[in-house]
């Protein structure tokens, strides 16, 4: 069921959505906290108050580009929120989400958490017949073709043109009036629905909900089209079936342990994973040694399987970033140098077991 | 040849150019400086290096939004800037100029002063076509219709799209290569030229050329479009003639005293219209006061003409922004408040001539 | 009555206090608001709510080191305030005023405008005794000196520290039950007393008081020291008598023109010196020219006396700080570049007189 | 040899000096953040250029209070920095660490790690005779008595005073030309010496010399004196001898793991410690689950002595500070919600062992 893609870690973010609560903002706030670790570049907010779409986005994490000030001017009772993690794409206030614009089917906000790769070709195809582009980003493609098109309302708009767009997508939209999720054929990336009181709630991973004392109700399904508003949810299969095929690095390494995604605990995923390694890959060591965080339960998993003592033997600084995810190569060395520290005493003279995932930014492998 | 108009003091801005000088972002945040009488909602500026174009945006004061680091990022020969002052329109990061966009024809930046009473029509019809918007301004459309323009270049684009666009218009676009500065053909706000050693500078007033010590050589023409590039200035007249209406208010208020608008001192000026209202409205006074700052050359005429003694009856705060220009009526409020205070010696029991302007926030007329 | 000392323009300040306002703090704010140009490197604010100070600090003016966060920590009914224009010391935190601290008088809150040229030395002696300085300021050597007084309460104790001190000084105490006003027999300084509803306010000049809509009662007198607590205001005169010596660069410099200084409107004053200044250096010339801001009441009274044409030939950016009051001299020869700019057509080929004050920054001389 | 003292958690901060590099203050930097653990409430950084001192203070993490301009600003071989935990104290700049004052022995830097019971009566005497006091900390009492020593010179009189002092004391103090570094006789803080090339170092904690590529080289001895001047090291036990009794809470909870304190890695005790737990409190479990992240390591000690599975049941958002050190009661509360979150398919109907510290804030004891 779990597919290794081509997609090279690209476009690992985080999305939150919420309506209906006269909280929305700060909600969605606490739901992208707790999705920090899928995208520390850049994130953003944007609410509907029934009438029209307010934002705030900016660089650097949750915590440090909002504040009271920022959260209070967010007024109205819907809400998306995105984090994201840059790859190829420009880091800049320009890439950040959600994008906010206007067009004949009024004001559309959109979060994504995907990648498109035959965007960049329709790009061109739009820039020849007069479009206009304000970032890199494939999402804005999508924009645009929703804002071309001719169904009737901005719901159909958005079903009829993911259709017909190949790629990995889950994402949220936000008009004055409605919530929209939808989520690619094959479910490369997870999106989770849950309910808080009478209020859905909708976000990449589960452990959002938890932060904020949502329930996990069931995921978005694949190919699956979400319509939240007034009346209520209503769901739809407009996009053609596909062969289901989700992406393996989120439960390797993207997602949260605690939380739940394609169903299943990544967690207990991490957990299986080491006890495979320990029978497919065992080791004359004298200890197994985690790498944190994403690294902890695959340690286990291999212990527990191996039979070797586990011991934490790499130190993390929780003072910056996780590992992984960071933008610039500069930073990232600087990083991983200030990040993990070795017990001496533990690893000195012995022969170690790193259970890691294929993590190219610590360059450390399965012994 | 001056024309009160229906333009309401809309689109109250500045803009800056310069072209082929190593410190060109610097240079840029200093003419932006000077011109911040013009605009202090937001302000921006974008470089190009000869590849791409960067930019920079912040809302508030020139001196709050750019520091020495966000300066260092706008590396490049070539840039533009602008100070807003906001109208009808939002007051956001969104509406902040320069804009920069991708399109068939490259990458294109602008500044605008002036306004479009024509583009919220047109902007209709581009929705209706597809087109899609960041922000609620005019300039926007612009955009859309260089974009969407099928001339060769993006120089013979913008000839094409403003010969064919009525309102008030004094603009620069930057592309990767080129400088382009192009005034309507009723000249309606002022665009002069400068000349920095090698270097040509482009600029709402002369005032930005007195702080840099550059020349000023001319203004360009209404209807004339400049298009400076590694070949040097070329000079065209792509818009059709149309009798010149130059806004009287940039010698009434907007410009400052020491610039030259239209070919003319604005400080004479406003002298002279003192002169002449002490001809036209003689008044029964003990004394002549200003209502700083604007309105000091006109008091100084009035008084000459009239042989009224000029007295300074109102002291202002100068660690708050200028009377006219600021966005938001709650902040205009508490700002007149705390900028002007009364000399009472002075004033107290005395006839008093206040030559002022119409100034619909201070509600002052001539007596 | 006007003495021109050696106090080279040193501790130039400006301070504000208020007792017995809910909305104490915000109204010291607004009182420092109108006397920034007395001091542009730092700022305090702190308030006694009955049992404890609380006071914030901060580098800059009023308006960029305070925001509503700062200022809503600051609740009390009774506070005081500061604006600094440093001199030989330090640009830095630890020079910031109010000085705050404990000793066995309890917690003792000081603000001072004036300097105490044999303070270096006592601070000597004091360091021999075993005390420790937290900044370089003179006024530290005074709470020292109060700190080690016998006296029965704090008030006493200020009464006898400062009849024994030389120099000038219009100091606000603060303690958590007191306001304290005291000024030097000379009155070199000037310190006024006014009242807002059924509160007390003092401060350095008057303008203070027009902004908050207070009224001047009267100037603190020279050798005065006033209590203000909740019995009310209560005056006595510990000083030893002096002949009065008020600093003549207030009513030519420093000072507000709107200001009543020494019980004199300071705009009068200047207007006067300019009149004197045309006796006494007839000048020919073609036309009379302010270099403002100070200069601009001088000036008209240069050209109502002398009978020359009144002209504004330089003309100021607002947007920046005043000429006058700048730390540090490299930001001081920027700013003049950026401060000045001539009206081309007016003085060119003009014979012309500035009657300005001394100033050493300009060095701008009467003609 | 571990005591469980009164402390109650008390004065748990983080130290860390050198002397004798050119990059003196970004290395103190890197040192202070590889202590945040111990302190995030404020933090700072004096440098000595051989003349004179220089300093720079901020609240919160070292990462937010630092930036490149601060650090810029700290030119100067030698230096000292400090985090700082509040405990009973006020959080407030005034509070902020290192102290610097000037004296009679001239200018006087100091940072402190423990509490002086008896402070609070020797400040009251201190008061009595005249001292004043910026802050309510233990740590000020030490500078009086220091200012007030007859001794020759600073080194004699740190060490005059603090032989007459009672309480726990790991200190670093900085003069213009020397780095002193004491610890109280019965050695209750840890502060170790490491060597870079060819300077000292002084921390904490071991893991600070591990990010600069420092070696340990031992500890600093209980009851020890040094001196680093360029003149080199000298040691010197002017204190009278204890019996040592070092803070069991360093091993339980304060250190990181991969730190050495008190001679001993941090990691093999806390793993010792789950060891003997498991022998003392054997449970009728299922699974093993750690605290994050100072339970860990005891967790896998309890889980290898018992032989129950160790499973990572709790995840940690690491986009938080630390459990344990959070100034405000109320950040606390919002923090232990947003921190931890339960792997639920790992713990639901499960029997837990959760061998952690005494933690006042998460209420975990050992089941």
Redesign the interface.
């Known amino acids: 069921m779990f597919t290794v893609s081509d997609d090279k870690l690209r476009e690992e973010c985080g999305v939150f959505g919420i309506f209906g609560h006269p909280d929305a903002a700060r909600l969605t706030y606490?739901g992208l906290?707790?999705l920090?670790?899928r995208g520390q570049e850049s994130c953003g907010i944007v609410v509907a108050d029934g009438a029209q779409l307010i934002f705030e986005r900016g660089m650097g994490?949750?915590?440090d580009a909002f504040d009271e000030d920022r959260l209070n001017r967010l007024s109205g009772q819907n809400a998306i929120g995105h984090v994201r993690y840059s790859t190829a794409g420009e880091v800049s206030i320009?890439e950040c989400q959600p994008f906010?614009?206007?067009?004949?089917h009024g004001q559309i906000a959109v979060c994504h958490n995907g990648n498109l790769p035959f965007a960049r070709e329709e790009r061109k195809k739009l820039?020849?017949?007069?479009?206009?582009?304000?970032s890199?980003s494939d999402t804005e493609v999508v924009?645009?073709e929703v804002?071309?098109?001719r169904a009737a309302n901005v719901t159909d708009a958005i079903a009829e043109v993911l259709s017909e767009t190949e790629g990995a997508f889950s994402m949220l939209f936000l008009t004055p009036k409605a919530l929209i999720a939808i989520r690619d054929p094959r479910g490369f990336r997870p999106l989770a629905l849950g309910r808080l009181d009478d209020c859905w709630v909708i976000a990449s991973e589960t452990?959002a909900f938890?932060?904020i004392d949502a329930k996990y109700v069931r995921d978005v399904e694949p190919g699956e089209m979400i319509v939240i508003n007034e009346e209520g949810l209503r769901s739809s299969h407009p996009l053609r079936p596909e062969k289901h095929a989700m992406c393996i690095f989120e439960h390797v390494y993207f997602s949260?342990?605690?939380s739940i995604i394609f169903g299943q605990?990544v967690?207990?995923s991490r957990h299986k994973m080491g006890q495979r390694l320990a029978i497919e890959q065992p080791a004359d060591a004298d200890i197994v040694v985690p790498v944190p965080?994403s690294g902890?339960?695959a340690a286990?998993g291999y212990?527990?399987e191996s039979g070797l003592?586990?011991?934490?033997g790499l130190?993390?600084?929780?003072?910056?970033?996780?590992t992984f995810i960071e933008p610039k190569q500069s930073i990232r060395s600087f990083g991983v140098?200030?990040k993990l520290?070795?017990?001496?005493?533990?690893i000195e003279n012995k022969r170690i077991v790193f259970p890691a995932q294929w993590d190219p930014k610590l360059g450390i492998h399965v012994t």
């Open positions: 606490l906290y707790a920090q670790h994490h949750v915590r320009r906010v614009v206007t067009c004949q820039e020849q017949h007069g479009a206009i582009f304000s890199t924009l645009h804002a071309r098109s452990c938890d932060l949260r342990p605690d605990s967690n207990r965080d902890v339960a286990i212990s527990a003592p586990f011991r934490l130190v993390r600084n929780h003072y910056v970033g996780r140098r200030i520290n070795p017990v001496r005493h533990l």
